[in-house]
């Protein structure tokens, strides 16, 4: 007697989720669009809306809130990326930002533009109307990301509050907002890293090359590798050595450090992720070594 084994994987129930979640988005909104940056989780991310409307086309557009101080590397493949797919990419410019006085330039050795961000994105918005954004966060991430739902409610200022989220039973999401709201939408909410990564072995996804191991000059600062760029300023005692090193999550190359690691496939990034006690934001960002309450505030102003 033939026997058949109908056991879904946990990576299938986690793809079926994301999917179901934007095909909710595109039946309920009128403007959404995908933020994707050329990172891992936004590369996955598009990959489950290419099989959310398979054979069609994407039925939104990318954008990406572009600091200027990104890798080299990973805009090179966002942008080869989005003409592949023949999907619209849209770029918030944060030198714009600063161009029109809209925020300030942080200055002095640890000046970043990662929290300027913020207005970019929110005037992104507001310019081209969405009303559904999809990001790429995951609970896993650090403690305020936990708080988030799945459908996660802006007010009419891109605001953030816990305490005024909707409900969320089951897979019913509510989508009701008024003109000037929005919501953000994490399809990838119930993963983790290792389950990304499971599912770019899985999948057979290209990744940008500085996931893995690769020798660049690197320096410490605060217990992290930071690139050396021409937009980080070191100091004397911060000297530039030749490591072997590769990211785990890619952003401002000021803020963004790297690991020593040897991983050049995704099988050793996998057996390597497997046994960390390190979130890859704890190890790698330096401004979310923060406190809890701190990243809470930046997320109710609007941050991602």
């Not at 619209?88 to 942080?106: F, T, W, Y």
């Not at 990304?196 to 899985?202: E, F, N, P, S, T």
């Not at 020593?260 to 990034?269: G, H, P, Y």
């Amino acid at each position: 007697m033939l026997q058949r084994d109908y056991t879904t994987s946990q990576l299938d129930v986690l793809e079926a989720e994301a999917i179901h979640i934007m095909r909710e988005v595109a039946a309920e909104f009128e403007r959404p669009c995908l933020l994707f940056s050329g990172g891992k989780d936004s590369i996955v991310m598009l990959r489950i809306a290419e099989k959310a409307f398979w054979p069609a086309p994407i039925p939104f557009p990318l954008m990406h809130v572009d600091t200027g101080h990104n890798f080299t590397e990973v805009i090179e493949f966002r942008d080869r990326r989005a003409a592949e797919l023949g999907a619209r990419l849209v770029v918030a410019s944060v030198q714009d930002s600063i161009d029109a006085g809209r925020v300030v330039e942080e200055t002095g050795r640890r000046a970043s533009r990662n929290r300027l961000q913020t207005t970019t994105l929110l005037d992104a918005i507001e310019e081209h109307e969405y009303d559904a954004v999809f990001g790429g966060a995951r609970r896993d991430e650090e403690k305020a990301r936990a708080k988030e739902r799945v459908f996660s409610f802006r007010d009419d200022f891109g605001q953030w509050d816990p305490k005024n989220q909707r409900p969320e039973l089951w897979n019913l999401y509510n989508a009701k907002i008024r003109k000037g709201e929005h919501i953000r939408v994490f399809p990838l909410s119930n993963w983790t890293e290792l389950d990304i990564w499971d599912y770019i072995r899985r999948e057979g996804i290209e990744i940008p090359s500085i996931y893995y191991a690769h020798t660049r000059k690197v320096f410490e600062r605060d217990g992290m590798l930071l690139a050396d760029s021409e937009f980080i300023i070191r100091d004397e005692d911060e000297p530039l050595v030749d490591m072997t090193v590769r990211y785990r999550t890619v952003g401002d190359v000021t803020c963004t450090g790297a690991v020593q690691s040897a991983a050049a496939t995704v099988e050793e990034i996998i057996d390597e992720i497997a046994v960390t006690r390190i979130t890859e934001r704890g190890a790698t960002r330096a401004d979310d070594r923060a406190s809890e309450a701190s990243m809470e505030d930046r997320k109710r102003e609007g941050y991602f």
